[in-house]
């Protein structure tokens, strides 16, 4: 449904730009719904059995392998049919035969093969790793004044976790074909000629291809994970995951490989040109606004790059580390916002031009989306405080409060810089205050993703703090042992999916559809 009222837009109808921004949302939906975070601890038997569920049972193995295998098959074969028929009266016919070789990309093509057949050979290797025990965690004294930590996790035996990650790659690989037959099968769009049809099936095939790379290494680093696990009877509870860094690279891999654009949805000699502008050609500010946007992604994955180290410090720093990561992010992205728009006034602004400022600098659903986060973050901050403080913990809620601060007061220069700096002049009607209002819009975004995802990260850390406030036993939960509360969890882990998908929401104002500015009388600073 989501996806049928993207195609649908309500003005432009089925246009090459709303076909475009279908497959974008394609390629996002289908990347959320990919992820293995749960699957990481595959066939681990912890050493502590109320710190969480353990996989090592088909009934739990299964779900956590079928769902982010074939939800993201699911997302993009839906993303396919959802394109809608034709709906003219005379319908043109295509004699040519279409073959998925016709439009797959080679080179992509190509390294998900190879990350298919590394990520076999990791699990083939596990399928070679004997099981043992796990050992309850004690604390060990060498006789004088030092104590350490004995005891570990054990693991099932290698032939059945190879077997289920084994099974899960071929459903994956199998899955992958049947998308790619689908995506070269599916019928001719009648808003787009031949070749942009065939583009737009590369562009799909791209966004697949990069999505089930990502899975299939991220099924190779489970292998790695259950491969590196120590025999904790030996006594040596040290332990490194060399698959994890691969893992990683191939995500920063298909994150930088970008799939080819529609012709038809850009400006150019096929479309009508704005208004004072050359063909294919755009305004240096719009560029430079437009071109923030990646950048923007980079300033975020800074602190994952530098995880260990960031991580270990904000551990020591604050009891709340993964809220201090997302605020670091936040940040990150606000300070690349705020020079963004300070080289804009350096480069393009100019005193003579006049301030305009647009009409609606922020869209009604950004807008209640914000709203709605801010609330859900008080109640969230209200209740996790009631609920520590009856259970007499240390008040964990103060960081991600205090945080949470500092990221909206980080975004209060970006806001100011974007309504106080000097005008762009330009051919174009509006320019100006598009490029504030694409300022704005992403300042807005980036404080409700923020606040939506401290939201979830505190239900998640202190679920406790809620079983203490509503009660475990009103959900079915009685061991008041546990030391997480699933309800809770659950609400958690569903805001910061909803936070991922708020953090990557399009910014629907570009240079060539700009709002009407405000009348200059007023509106100069």
């Known amino acids: 449904m989501v996806l049928r009222w993207v195609i649908w837009a309500p003005r432009t109808g089925i246009s090459p730009p ?45 779900p ?32 040519a035969v279409r073959h998925i070789r016709d439009f797959l990309p080679r080179r992509l093509a190509l390294t998900t093969a190879a990350i298919f057949v590394s990520a076999a050979a990791a699990i083939a290797r596990t399928a070679t790793l004997p099981a043992f025990a796990a050992v309850a965690p004690t604390r060990v004294s060498d006789g004088q004044y030092n104590y350490y930590n004995g005891g570990g996790d054990g693991r099932i035996p290698g032939a059945d976790a190879a077997g289920w990650l084994g099974g899960a790659l071929l459903l994956l690989a199998g899955g992958t074909w049947l998308v790619l ?21 590369t562009i799909a095939m791209n966004r697949l291809l990069r999505t089930v ?7 190779g680093v489970i292998a790695g994970n259950f491969a590196a696990r120590p025999d904790p009877s030996t006594g040596d509870p040290s332990w490194t995951n060399p698959a994890g860094l691969a893992g990683t690279a191939v995500l920063l891999v298909m994150w930088w490989w970008r799939p080819p654009r529609l012709a038809a949805a850009e400006l150019g000699v096929r479309n009508r040109p ?71 006034q350096r480069n393009y602004g100019t005193p003579e031009a006049p301030r305009r400022w647009p009409r609606q600098p922020v869209g009604p659903a950004l807008l209640s989306t914000a709203v709605l986060a801010l609330l859900v973050f008080l109640v969230v901050l209200i209740v996790t405080a009631l609920g520590q403080g009856r259970l007499a913990a240390c008040p964990d809620w103060v960081p991600a409060a205090l945080l949470t601060a500092g990221v909206c007061v980080i975004a209060l220069p970006a806001l100011f810089t974007a309504r106080l700096r000097q005008g762009v002049a330009g051919p174009q009607t509006g320019l100006d205050a598009a490029l504030r209002a694409i300022t704005v819009h992403r300042v807005v975004r980036t404080v409700a993703a923020t606040l939506t995802a401290q939201a979830g ?14 009660g475990r036993t009103a959900f079915g939960e009685t061991n008041p042992a546990a030391t997480f509360w699933g309800p809770a969890v659950a609400a958690g882990a569903i805001l910061c999916v909803v936070a991922t998908v708020i953090a990557v929401i399009p910014v629907g104002i570009l240079a060539g559809r700009a709002p009407a500015p405000l009348p200059r009388k007023g509106v100069s600073a």
Do not use: K
């Not at 839906?78 to 016919?93: H, K, T, V």
């Open 18 to 62: 709303s076909v475009s921004e279908h497959a974008l949302w394609v390629g996002v939906i289908g990347w959320l719904a990919s992820s293995l975070q749960g699957s990481l601890t595959l066939g681990i038997i912890p050493a502590n059995p109320s710190t969480g569920s353990s996989l090592t049972s088909a009934g739990t193995i299964a």
């Open 64 to 95: 956590a392998l079928a769902w982010p295998v074939l939800g993201c098959l699911t997302v993009h074969a839906l993303g396919q049919i959802s394109y809608p028929g034709p709906r003219r009266i005379r319908r043109q016919a295509v004699l």
């Open 181 to 201: 037959w689908l995506i070269s099968s599916r019928r001719q769009l009648e808003s787009l000629d031949a070749a942009d049809n065939a583009v737009l099936r």
């Open 213 to 219: 790379s990502t899975v299939a290494a991220g099924l």
């Open 274 to 344: 704005a208004a004072g502008l050359a063909p294919g050609r755009q305004h240096p500010a719009a560029r430079l606004v437009r071109s923030l946007g990646a950048l923007l992604g980079l300033a975020a994955a800074v602190p994952l790059l530098a995880g260990v180290c960031l991580a270990q410090a904000l551990m020591a720093a604050v009891s709340s580390g993964f809220a201090g990561f997302v605020a670091m992010m936040a940040a990150s992205v606000l300070v690349v916002i705020t020079a963004g728009e300070l080289l804009l």
């Open 457 to 470: 990260i505190l239900l998640l850390t202190q679920s406790n703090a809620w079983a203490a406030v509503l």
